[in-house]
């Protein structure tokens, strides 16, 4: 059974999926736009502010911990088994580590993650907290993102580094047709069963 309108998030828009195994805590921090997929075995921690954009897939294995924000723009994706962290552990040596020890011994630091709207992150990657990754970004597989990535651009490796430019036009032209479908005069999304031929795979295709 869809998960989405029953589980009590903060928002959620039309045409949103998450799927029965995905499991997600603290709900009522988290708000979801339109045109949302979220698969099984997906884990997403909420508490911190989580907004998800529209058109956003999260593959499986994918999980979303560290207590902080994410901002996920629309048309953003996270590729199965990504792990996204919005906080960390002190790990200078300072002070003790991890959620099992308590306050003063251990000092979490609450983050955030900003994901642009276009990038995609690739599968296994991880992305650790204070990072915004650039509008159009595209991250290889097995990834690791310690700094901001810059708009429209590809990277790879551990840590990642950039290695060309993605096509900014040719993925805003390709937004600008959607949205002239999917939208309406009043820019409300228009939801798949009051759609009638727009949208359609043929259609989106051409
Ligand atoms: C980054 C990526 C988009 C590049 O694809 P591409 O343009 O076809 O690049 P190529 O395969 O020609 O590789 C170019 C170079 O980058 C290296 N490279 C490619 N992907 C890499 C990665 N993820 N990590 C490290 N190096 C990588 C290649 O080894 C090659 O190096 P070389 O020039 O020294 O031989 C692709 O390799 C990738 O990782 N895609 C993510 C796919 C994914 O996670 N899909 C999940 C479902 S959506």
Known sequence: MNQAYN???MKVGKDVMIWP???ITSPGSISIGDSVIID???FIMGGGK???GSFVHIASFTSVTGGGELVMEDFSGLSGGVRIYTGNEDYSGSYMTNPA???PYRIPNRSFVYIKKHAIIGANSVILPGVTIGEGVAIGANSLITQDCKPWTIYVGSPAKPVRERPRKRILELETQLCHKLYDSHGNYIPVKE???YGNTEESNS
Do not use: E, T
């Open 7 to 9: 589980i009590g998030l």
């Open 21 to 23: 195994q995905a499991k």
């Open 40 to 42: 099984d075995f997906v």
């Open 50 to 52: 989580i907004s998800i």
């Open 101 to 103: 020890v308590p306050h």
């Open 195 to 197: 759609r009638g031929n």
